[in-house]
Every structure is written in structure tokens, then in C-alpha cells.
């Protein structure tokens, strides 16, 4: 079965950093880009961050640009994302998934979501 | 930076009747299109990508179409689990992807 599971989130104060993790199975991780997509509660969905598969190429979202890293292990399945300099407009459930590919970059396997909450 | 729109925001349906969904681009993105649907506390799940082709799984009701700014997800005859909210996000001339603020199709 091909499947992302996330960990990491958590309650952290502003100014705080935070490690999400991805663990992927049911399919050869290392042939695929993948991205971190987040949703704020009752809001809609914004995508963060997209790698490679060689992580030859990474993007981000102008919002988190020099401040979140999305980075993957392909000899353990993983993907990353540190988010330094958490902001309390950063508050999400952070979702990572599977891209099929550069040219039809859609988002076709998703992960159940990790809670990220940014409060004093 | 394309910007995509989609109208209603809200959709109020009956079942068994046809609901029409719609999204618009800032600027031309061709057919790179696709259409998501999130169930509450769910992820969303791919339905239709390159505008009209219904991705693995997905049942014949639904249906995409359109090209360039407009863009139409079709279900022809909404069942139970229809009941959702759908996003439509654009893949072309990336980064950023950029989703559009969703439509949520109740009961009627």
C-alpha cells in the first residue's frame, strides 16, 4: 500500500523551530519529487516546498523563503521540512506528498497530516 | 504569481442532481489543471489532473474540462459521499503552485 505518514507537529512558541518528517512506503521514494503542502484552519491549501528527487532543486513559498528547509533521505524513505523563525501565521496541518512528476506536478498521494501550532 | 479563483464558494445541491464547479486563472496555465477533494479531517485526494483526465479509482461522475483561464469539474449525479469540499491548483510555469480557495458542495 503506498502511503506518507507525518510526524513532528506540535505546540511551539513564536520565534521557535519545529522538524516535520515524512515517512513514505508502498513505492520507490527515490523516483519522485515531493512537496510539503499546508492548510490553516478553515483555509484553504498553500503549497510550501518541493525537492527534487536528488535534491538538485528546491522551492519554496516567498513566506517561508530563508526561514523553512525541505530536505529528504532517500536511503530511509524520508522527507523533511525544518521551519525555523515559526510565526503565528505559520499555524497549519502540514501535509507532505508525492508529485508524479516535473511536467504533471500535481499531487496524486498525501500523508494524514501533521498538527503545527505556533502561540505564545 | 497565477492566481486562481473559484466560484461558488459554497455549492448547495440535492443528491442524485448535477453539480457545476467552477475555476478561473489570473493568466493562461493551458491544461495544467488539477481538481482535489477534501472530506472534513481528511487530506485531500487527486480526482482529475491535465484539466479532464480522472485520476486512478476515481468513478466516471466526475468530469473536468476546460483550458487556458476557465476550468469546470462536473459531478453528474451527486451521491453521499460527494459532499465535500473540492480545490482546483494550477501546475503551470512553476514555482509557486498555487490552489484556489475551494468550493464546498453541501446537501440541499
Known amino acids: 500500500e503506498v502511503q506518507l505518514v507525518e510526524s513532528g507537529g506540535g505546540l511551539v512558541q513564536p520565534g521557535g523551530s519545529l522538524r516535520l518528517s515524512c515517512a513514505a512506503s508502498?513505492?520507490?521514494?527515490?523516483?519522485?519529487?515531493m512537496s510539503w503542502v499546508r492548510q490553516a484552519p478553515g483555509k484553504g491549501l498553500e503549497w510550501v516546498a518541493h525537492?527534487?528527487?536528488?535534491?538538485?532543486?528546491?522551492y519554496y513559498v516567498d513566506s517561508v523563503k530563508g526561514r523553512f528547509t525541505i530536505s529528504r533521505d532517500n536511503a530511509k524513505n524520508s522527507l523533511y521540512l525544518q521551519m525555523n523563525s515559526l510565526r503565528v501565521d505559520d499555524t497549519s496541518v502540514y501535509y507532505c506528498?508525492?508529485?508524479?512528476?516535473?511536467?504533471?506536478?500535481?499531487?496524486?498521494?498525501w500523508g494524514q497530516g501533521t498538527m503545527v501550532t505556533v502561540s505564545s | 504569481e497565477i492566481v486562481m479563483t473559484q466560484s461558488p464558494a459554497t455549492l448547495s445541491v440535492s443528491p442524485g442532481e448535477r453539480a457545476t464547479l467552477s475555476c478561473r486563472a489570473s493568466?493562461?496555465?493551458?491544461?495544467?489543471l488539477a481538481w482535489y477533494q477534501q472530506k472534513p479531517g481528511q487530506a485531500p485526494r487527486l480526482l482529475i489532473y491535465d484539466a479532464s483526465t480522472r485520476a486512478t479509482g476515481i468513478p466516471a461522475r466526475f468530469s473536468g474540462s476546460g483550458s487556458g483561464t476557465e476550468f469546470t469539474l462536473t459531478i453528474s449525479s451527486l451521491q453521499s459521499e460527494d459532499f465535500a469540499v473540492y480545490h482546483c491548483?494550477?501546475?503551470?510555469?512553476?514555482?509557486?503552485?498555487?490552489f484556489g480557495g475551494g468550493t464546498k458542495v453541501e446537501i440541499k
Open positions: 525537492v527534487r528527487q536528488d535534491e538538485g532543486e528546491k
Open positions: 491548483q494550477h501546475y503551470y510555469n512553476w514555482p509557486p503552485f498555487t
Open positions: 506528498a508525492r508529485v508524479p512528476g516535473s511536467s504533471q506536478a500535481t499531487f496524486d498521494v
Open positions: 508502498g513505492f520507490i521514494f527515490s523516483n519522485y519529487w
Open positions: 493568466q493562461s496555465v493551458t491544461y495544467k
